[in-house]
Every structure is written in structure tokens, then in C-alpha cells.
């Protein structure tokens, strides 16, 4: 029998004692929660002005000649315009018909925080691509003819949601995820939401750096700490906003090498990491970031050390399902803070000195709104009326002091 589009149509007559069974949203917006905002950037260029170089003429035994004085140089770094970001949701005009008819111990009563969720979805997804890059997801195995890749991060798939699968020498393509194996990290995909069929993926493989991009952010991502912090070299970009990074040390971020690091030796190559960022940077990064995989090694590190660590009374806190922070004495004033979060890769480790960090938006995450104050747009079509949300988010991330902080990099243990 043809009727029109309902979602929730499987439950509307049966009787539920307890609420919907859903899967808890895990935080994943650390960044968000700390960066420095700006809400005031309307659009145009953004101006990024710093001092490329400083009066350096000194002397010993007589006076700088006056034609050979260093001067003060400063320098115009130019953001040229917004990135933005957007999310949709729809819902069924015959779902909303009937939600009054439907009984408060039915499970109806959830429209009003499905919009608020997927916010904070959108939220944890723009942190992740802030702190890591366009990817979200990395191939551990080869993939497969049947459609199945196995990545780092299964945790931070949807079922149904539209992927780019890429590598340094194939052409992207596109996929909607169809199951989710936690256990073993195997996403499957096929080339349409519904139906369809399996997405060969067989030509995408480790060996050539096979990621996972949500839909367009290859291409159109926000600028993120992780190429703003390593040089080119080291899998960075090689200028900030318009300014190439090797013409000043103001725009390089300490680099350390960290393909050495183990399990047991973690904490103190992290001290070591930080002496050499404290003696070559201008800044005083206190918040070691990382990922809970690091995180795990530093607290058995500092377990089975018996007392090499200085741990702060009380400094241990914990966000639930966000991320957890230790501080250990330090060189740094008031100690070293490391912080474990769920959305930082395992293969680098920031040192972070917030004053970095700012994000330029108009007005932040909102839901679009029509000329008219509407925050929907209606559709119809012969299987119902339906009503699309927009969420959307512009600016960009701008690291307007890089050589205050450090980095990390190449850890693989």
C-alpha cells in the first residue's frame, strides 16, 4: 500500500517503557571548547600583520654604522576569505502530523533534541578537522573488491554517512558507509545510502596513504594545527596565510622528531621535546595534546617510574567522554599539563601555547535562517512534504603565533 514518507512509523503504536535506545554522542570538540573566538569577521580578507624580524645591530668596540642598521620588519599576512562548513537534517511532515496523537511514553518526544545533537555532532567533526586536517580516518589494511577498508578510527564513522576515499596516486572516490565491525575497524561502503552496490576499493592501499575525507573537505577543509605546526618537510604547509613559513621564525613551530619514542620511553622524550621547544621557540606551551592511545603510554610511564614524574595533587580532571588531563612538574611555570583527547591522532603530539590560537567566524555555529525568519525549508514531493535544517558554520582557523608552540612528529610505536 503506497503512503506517504514516515520515519517513524515502525514504533507509533507500540507501547515503550524505556526511552530510545541511541548511541551516546562522544565529545570530541576539545579545540572548540579552548581556542580563543572571534565572531566579529563579516567576510572579506582577514588581515594577519607580524613582526618578521627585529632591530638587531649590535656592536662590540664602536657604534653601527648608520647605513648598516637592521631595522624592524613587518610583514602583511592575509587570509583571503571564509571556509565554511554546513549540516542538514531532515524530518517528515506526516512524523510531525501525527506527534501529537502519539502518547508522551512514545518515543516522539525526541524531535525536539535531534537538532541540538547533530550541533554538537557538526561541532565534534569541525574540532577533528581542526586539529588533524582534511582526513578523519587513516587505512591500516588494503582495501578491498567488496567494498571494505580497514581504518585507525572506526569510532568516528556513521552508518549511511558520505565519505571520499583517497590516496597519493588514485583518483578520490565517492561512498556512503553501509556497516561499521568496531572490533576490527573494517568499514564497508557502497556507492548509494540505500541499495547499490559495493564501492571497489581494492587500488586504495597503505602503502599509498589511503584516508578517509568527510564530503568536500579534501578540497575545502578549515586551516588546522597540524599543517600549521609542521614544516613542510615534515608533512606541514610550507606558507601561512600568504606568507612562506621559511622566511621568518616567527611562522615555524618547533619540530622534533619523534620516531624514536616507545611505550616506556614516552614521558621522557616529551620533557626532552619540551627543552628543545622552550630553547628555540618565543612562546610557553604548558598543554602537551594528544591522543588517548599517547595518553595511556605517559600515565604507565609515569606508573612503573616510581616517582621520576612529579604529579600535581589534584590536578587530575576529566571531561566526561572529552578528553583528561594530568600536569606533572615541570620546567614551565605552574607545570606541564598533558591532555588526552579523543579526536588527536596517535602519530603527533601538540605543545600548545593558547595565546596561538584564534578562530575568526561570523557569528559561529547557527542554524540558517531564511530572509522571511524561517529556520526550515519546505520540499514536496508525491511521498509527503518534508523540512530541511541547515546548520552552518563560517570563518578559519588562524595560528597567529607558530613559533609559540611545538610539535611532535612521526611517532609510530
Not at 8 to 23: A, G, H
Not at 224 to 251: H, I
Request: charged share 20%; proline share 2%; hydrophobic share 35%.
Amino acid at each position: 500500500m503506497a503512503e506517504t514518507t514516515r520515519t517513524f512509523s515502525t514504533m507509533l503504536n507500540d507501547y515503550l517503557t524505556n526511552d530510545l535506545l541511541k548511541e551516546e554522542l562522544i565529545k570530541r570538540d576539545y579545540l572548540l571548547n579552548k581556542i580563543e573566538k572571534d565572531d566579529g569577521w563579516k567576510g572579506g580578507p582577514l588581515i594577519v600583520p607580524f613582526k618578521g624580524a627585529g632591530a638587531s645591530s649590535i656592536v662590540f668596540g664602536s657604534l653601527t654604522a648608520s647605513t648598516d642598521i637592521a631595522e624592524d620588519v613587518y610583514v602583511r599576512g592575509e587570509v583571503a576569505s571564509q571556509k565554511e562548513a554546513w549540516g542538514t537534517m531532515v524530518f517528515n511532515h506526516r512524523d510531525l502530523m501525527e506527534h501529537d496523537k502519539v502518547s508522551e511514553q512514545n518515543f516522539l518526544k525526541i524531535l525536539p533534541g535531534a537538532i541540538e545533537e547533530f550541533m554538537d555532532y557538526m561541532k565534534n567533526v569541525v574540532s577533528t578537522n581542526l586539529l588533524n586536517g582534511a582526513h578523519f580516518a587513516k587505512a591500516t589494511a588494503d582495501g578491498d573488491a567488496s567494498g571494505n577498508l580497514t581504518v585507525d578510527r572506526p569510532d568516528r564513522f556513521m552508518i549511511g554517512q558520505k565519505c571520499s576515499i583517497d590516496d597519493d596516486n588514485s583518483s578520490p572516490v565517492t561512498g556512503y558507509v553501509r556497516t561499521i565491525i568496531m572490533d576490527t575497524g573494517v568499514i564497508t561502503f557502497y556507492d548509494a545510502r540505500t541499495g547499490g552496490s559495493v564501492v571497489n576499493l581494492s587500488g586504495y592501499t597503505t602503502a599509498q596513504n589511503a584516508k578517509v575525507y568527510h564530503d568536500g573537505s579534501q578540497s575545502n577543509s578549515f586551516s588546522n594545527v597540524r599543517d600549521a605546526l609542521l614544516s613542510a618537510a615534515n608533512g606541514g604547509s610550507s606558507a601561512l596565510y600568504g606568507q612562506t613559513k621559511t622566511a621568518y621564525p616567527y611562522l615555524q613551530a618547533i619540530n622534533v622528531l619523534g620516531s624514536d619514542i616507545t611505550a616506556a620511553n614516552i614521558m621522557g622524550k616529551i620533557f626532552d621535546a619540551l627543552t628543545t621547544i622552550r630553547q628555540r621557540g618565543k612562546g610557553n606551551p604548558v598543554d602537551v595534546v594528544m591522543s588517548y592511545k599517547t595518553f595511556a603510554s605517559c600515565i604507565k610511564s609515569i606508573e612503573t617510574s616510581k616517582g621520576a614524574f612529579n604529579v600535581s595533587p589534584g590536578s587530575t580532571k576529566a571531561s566526561q567522554y572529552g578528553w583528561t588531563e594530568l600536569e606533572v612538574g615541570s620546567v614551565a611555570k605552574g607545570g606541564l599539563k598533558l591532555v588526552g583527547v579523543q579526536e588527536m591522532d596517535d602519530d603527533v603530539i601538540f605543545f600548545i601555547d593558547w595565546r596561538a590560537l584564534k578562530f575568526h567566524s561570523n557569528g559561529f555555529f547557527r542554524k540558517r535562517k531564511s530572509p522571511d525568519g524561517d529556520e526550515y525549508f519546505e520540499v514536496r514531493a508525491t511521498t509527503g512534504y518534508s523540512y530541511i535544517v541547515d546548520m552552518c558554520l563560517f570563518g578559519e582557523l588562524v595560528v597567529i603565533r607558530p613559533s609559540y608552540c611545538g610539535v611532535l612528529h612521526t611517532i609510530s610505536y
